[in-house]
Nanobody, 121 residues
Framework: QVQLVESGGGLVQAGGSLRLSCAAS????????MAWYRQAPGKQRELVAT???????DYVESVKGRFTISRDNAKNTVYLQMNSLKPEDTAVYSC???????????????WGLGTQVTVSS
């Protein structure tokens, strides 16, 4: 079984910072792309940032210059450093990872349960 567990969410004032973490555990042989998504109340889920195994990153336009995605392959963990937070960043943030559970197995996508980020004005 593979599990993704997020941490680091919370309540912060506008202009503040938070750092989210997402660790993969269980039967993890290798991880390809890792990503962060978010979903605000009444809105569709949005892809926030992605990072490949070799460190190539991509961001949605609204967070460029404020958020940084990174990963530690030895720890099977992805991070999202969020700076200059705005009230419109309020959402449940979830991580997603493309994981191969065993040698010779196929890659499957896994989701964490999410962590709430609330930015007050």
């Amino acid at each position: 079984q593979v599990q993704l567990v997020e941490s680091g969410g919370g309540l912060v004032q506008a202009g503040g910072s938070l750092r989210l973490s997402c660790a993969a555990s269980g039967s993890v042989f290798s991880i390809d792309v890792m990503a962060w998504y978010r979903q605000a109340p009444g809105k569709q889920r949005e892809l926030v940032a992605t990072i490949t195994r070799t460190g190539s990153t991509d961001y949605v336009e609204s967070v460029k210059g404020r958020f940084t995605i990174s990963r530690d392959n030895a720890k099977n963990t992805v991070y999202l450093q969020m700076n200059s937070l705005k009230p419109e960043d309020t959402a449940v943030y979830s991580c997603n990872a493309n994981i191969r559970a065993e040698l010779g197995g196929r890659y499957d996508y896994y989701w964490g349960l999410g962590t709430q980020v609330t930015v007050s004005s």
